[in-house]
């Protein structure tokens, strides 16, 4: 299982990097909500987090490595970047961390943390 929810996400990422929003849908559940690091920061349908997704990949932000790491409920996609930054006043160091969790092939829901444990664990890991 945990290899066939890394392929989801590689699959999700994918379509995101070719700005491909259909395809990119069809890997999110249609109740999908993705809590950001800042309670505030919340997306609760697909169109959302799509446009969240997309606005990134256009700004062009910039990523030094990926980390992808599979669990039997989900997957962690840490996005490394080598400065420090911030999200709504909370300051990155390194990655952030986005736990998602996956049912009957869908992401259904995105958790991120700035704390890699606290992500795996919110994946299932």
Known sequence: MKRKNIEIVLGFLDAIRRRDREAAAGFLGPEIVWQ??????????PDEVLDVFLGQRDQKIEVDHLELIGTEQG???????????????IEIRGAVYHAAMITNGRITTIED????ERALTSAGA
Not at 36 to 45: K, M, N, T
């Open 36 to 45: 950001g690091i800042v309670p505030g920061l919340v997306c609760r349908s």
């Open 75 to 89: 997957a962690v996609l840490a996005l490394y970047r080598a400065e420090i930054w911030q999200i709504e006043g």
């Open 113 to 116: 943390h700035a704390d890699r």
